[in-house]
């Protein structure tokens, strides 16, 4: 078995698009970055490619290409959860946060688990989503952003433990 973290955050304007989890989230600001900034998906594919002692998600999907310039980050979760397969990986559970003031997270969390559950093929009740704020204290407590922290735990399919 093999653990990996990840951690991703991005800024918050106005008249962006917030999407979290493959959930659009009805705010006043969104999330900025060159794919659709789903920075808990981000932490999440970062999680799963270090468990597989894979490189960042930078490596395999670089904000300077065009190529994924506003694309829906589950697609990138897909490619990802291609990659740790092609090692014989297959995921056990994966563990998030997202850090943020507002909007209130949890009315979107199991809508999130579904999206999650559908691409790396784990039940429901082997992800954990949690929110916090961070009681208005540095860049998620001004509302200047969002943040997320998310671990994976990864086993290789014929290899005994």
Do not use: W
């Not at 490596?59 to 300077?64: E, G, Q, S, V």
């Not at 490619?79 to 507002?102: H, R």
């Amino acid at each position: 078995m093999r653990v990996g973290i990840g951690y991703d955050v991005h800024r918050l304007e106005y008249n962006h698009k917030l999407i979290l989890g493959g959930v659009l989230i009805p705010h006043e600001k969104g999330l900025i970055a060159h794919s659709d900034g789903d920075c808990l998906i981000h932490a999440i594919i970062d999680s799963i490619l270090g468990a597989a002692g894979l490189y960042d998600i930078g490596t395999y999907f670089p904000d300077n290409n065009e190529k994924f310039k506003n694309i829906s980050s589950l697609e990138l979760l897909k490619e990802t959860y291609k990659l740790i397969s092609k090692e014989s990986y297959e995921i056990i559970n994966i563990d998030s946060v997202i850090i943020c003031e507002k909007p209130k997270i949890k009315p979107y969390i199991n809508q999130m688990k579904e999206n999650i559950s559908k691409i790396i093929n784990i039940s429901t009740s082997s992800i954990g989503i949690k929110a916090t704020t961070e009681e208005k204290l540095g860049f998620t407590g001004k509302e200047e952003g969002i943040a997320c922290q998310a671990i994976c735990l990864i086993y290789k399919k014929g290899v005994n433990i």
